[in-house]
């Protein structure tokens, strides 16, 4: 079992920036791909960002590259979600996966290729 608790939404300005933050617990010495996801209010969950947990090597959507990075910390079994120039499009409930063996992006960008899933935290962009 992995528990996943988000943190750092809140409500900012269009062009501000915020830092999300997904620490793990439980049995992170097994080595977990981890994802973000969002959710805006009447929409589909959509994938945003990934991480694989080994290589590092990170994958995005396209309407957030350039804007958002994805990184994470090994040894506070942590992932981040760096988010600048916001608009109010952003404005979701994000949520943090994690998943094991995740191979090839399209498992990456499938939620339901995740077994653990965070409580989600509310971003708010105002216009």
């Known amino acids: 079992q992995v528990q996943l608790v988000e943190s750092g939404g809140g409500l900012v300005q269009a062009g501000g920036s915020l830092r999300l933050s997904c620490a793990a617990s439980g049995r992170t010495s097994t080595m977990y791909d981890m994802g973000w996801f969002r959710q805006a209010p009447g929409k589909e969950r959509e994938f945003v960002a990934a991480i694989y947990w080994v290589s590092g090597n990170t994958y995005s959507t396209d309407s957030v590259k350039g804007r958002f990075t994805i990184s994470r910390d090994n040894a506070k079994n942590t992932v981040y979600l760096q988010m600048n120039s916001l608009k109010p499009e952003d404005t979701a409930v994000y949520y943090c996966?994690?998943?094991?063996?995740?191979?090839?992006?399209?498992?990456?960008?499938?939620?339901?290729?995740?077994?653990?899933w965070g409580q989600g935290t509310q971003v708010t962009v105002s216009a």
């Open positions: 996966a994690a998943g094991r063996g995740l191979f090839g992006s399209s498992r990456l960008r499938d939620g339901r290729e995740y077994g653990y």
